[in-house]
C-alpha cells in the first residue's frame, strides 16, 4: 500500500471544516482543548459534549443555518425546543448545560476569526444563566472528631443504635455515598487486610473501587457486625440491616445524620445541608488536609475526573471560602 506523506494531503481551513464538517471540527476541538481546571476533557464528556453538539448541528441543517449565520433569536428557539426523555420540555438545568457549551463554542470560533461580531449566546445568558457551582457541604476540619465523639457517647439501649453509630462513623471515616451504605454487603467488607478496606461496586456513573476504612470507625463496625450476628433477622448479605432483615429506606439514614448535626451542638451546623453527603465532603476534605495526593482521594471518592476532586482541594487551600457558602 502506497504511504501518503503529509505533506502532500490537502490542507483543509479551520473555517471550512467548520462550515463543511461541524461535527467533525467540533469533537477534534473538544478532544485537544484544556477545560478549566487545566486537563483535557475525559473520554465520557467528549463523548456526551459532541451528542449535545449533534443535536445542535442537527437543528441548524433544518433551518437551512451554520454556525456563521445562526443569530440569537434561533440559539434561544433551539433551547425552547428541548425536550426531556418523557417528551416534555427540558429542564432549566438541561437548557443551561447546552448555552454554556454553545457559548465555549461561539467564543472559540470568535477568537479563531472564524466568526466576527459578538457571541451570540451572550444576550442569552440573563434568560438561562447557567447556575454557579456550588462549593462542597462540609464540616469544619475540628468539627469531624467532634461529630465523631458525639455520635458514639448517645447511648446505645438498642441494636439499631448501634447500628446507627457504625453507619454514621462509617461514612464520615470512608467517605461513602448514601446509596453506598444501605447497599453495602458483607462480601465487599476486608477486614482482615492493612489497612482494611470496602470493595464498593460501581453503580450510575461511579466506577469500582477500594475504599478504606479509617481506624476510628473499625471498632464501631466490628461491634455492629458482633451485634448483627446474633439478630435472627440478619441471614441476608446487607450490612446494615433493617428490623425485618432487608435494606434500610433513605430517609431513616437521613434522619439518624441530621438527629445528630441539628439537635446537638449548635456549632455544629454545615452551611447548605445536614444530610450523609455532608459527611463524605467532610472526608475527602480531612484526606487532602493531610496533604494525600488528589490521585489518591479521586479514586477513594469515585470520582471520574479529576477536576471534581479539585473543588475540594480549593477549599482545603482557600478555608475561608467554606465558611462564604
Not at 146 to 172: C, S
Request: net charge positive; hydrophobic share 40%; with cysteine.
Amino acid at each position: 500500500m502506497e504511504q501518503l506523506s503529509l505533506i502532500d494531503l490537502p490542507r483543509v481551513d479551520a473555517s471550512d471544516l467548520w462550515l463543511n464538517s461541524p461535527r467533525a471540527a467540533f469533537e477534534n476541538w473538544q478532544r485537544t482543548t484544556v477545560h478549566s481546571e487545566g486537563f483535557l476533557y475525559a473520554e465520557r464528556s467528549v463523548r456526551q459534549h459532541c451528542a449535545m453538539w449533534n443535536r445542535f448541528v442537527d437543528y441548524l441543517g433544518g433551518y437551512g443555518l451554520d454556525v456563521r449565520t445562526v443569530q440569537t433569536d434561533r440559539l434561544a428557539h433551539f433551547l425552547d425546543s428541548l425536550r426531556s426523555k418523557d417528551g416534555g420540555p427540558a429542564e432549566d438545568s438541561t437548557r443551561r448545560r447546552y448555552l454554556k457549551l454553545l457559548s465555549a463554542v461561539f467564543e472559540h470560533l470568535l477568537s479563531a476569526n472564524i466568526l466576527h461580531g459578538a457571541n451570540p449566546c451572550t444576550a442569552l445568558f440573563r434568560y438561562f444563566r447557567p447556575a454557579p457551582d456550588r462549593n462542597p457541604v462540609a464540616l469544619a476540619a475540628q468539627d469531624d472528631e467532634k461529630f465523631v465523639a458525639m455520635v458514639l457517647a448517645e447511648p446505645a439501649h438498642y441494636w439499631r443504635d448501634i447500628r446507627d453509630q457504625a453507619m454514621m462513623v462509617l461514612i464520615i471515616g470512608s467517605g461513602l455515598y448514601a446509596s453506598e451504605i444501605i447497599n453495602l454487603e458483607m462480601g465487599q467488607l476486608v477486614l482482615d487486610a492493612d489497612p482494611p478496606y470496602i470493595n464498593v461496586a460501581a453503580h450510575g456513573k461511579v466506577p469500582e473501587r477500594k475504599a478504606p476504612i479509617v481506624p476510628f470507625a473499625r471498632e464501631p463496625l466490628e461491634k455492629w457486625l458482633a451485634v448483627r450476628a446474633t439478630l435472627p433477622a440478619a441471614s441476608g448479605r446487607t450490612v446494615f440491616i433493617s428490623g425485618k432483615g432487608g435494606k434500610m429506606l433513605p430517609a431513616t439514614l437521613y434522619r439518624k445524620v441530621q438527629s445528630v448535626l441539628k439537635a446537638h451542638d449548635a456549632t455544629l451546623r454545615p452551611h447548605g445541608g445536614f444530610g450523609p453527603q455532608v459527611l463524605r465532603n467532610s472526608f475527602l476534605m480531612r484526606q487532602l488536609a493531610r496533604a494525600k495526593p488528589v490521585e489518591v482521594v479521586k479514586q477513594w471518592a469515585g470520582h471520574i475526573e479529576t477536576k471534581s476532586t479539585l473543588r475540594y482541594r480549593r477549599l482545603v487551600v482557600n478555608p475561608g471560602s467554606i465558611e462564604a457558602e
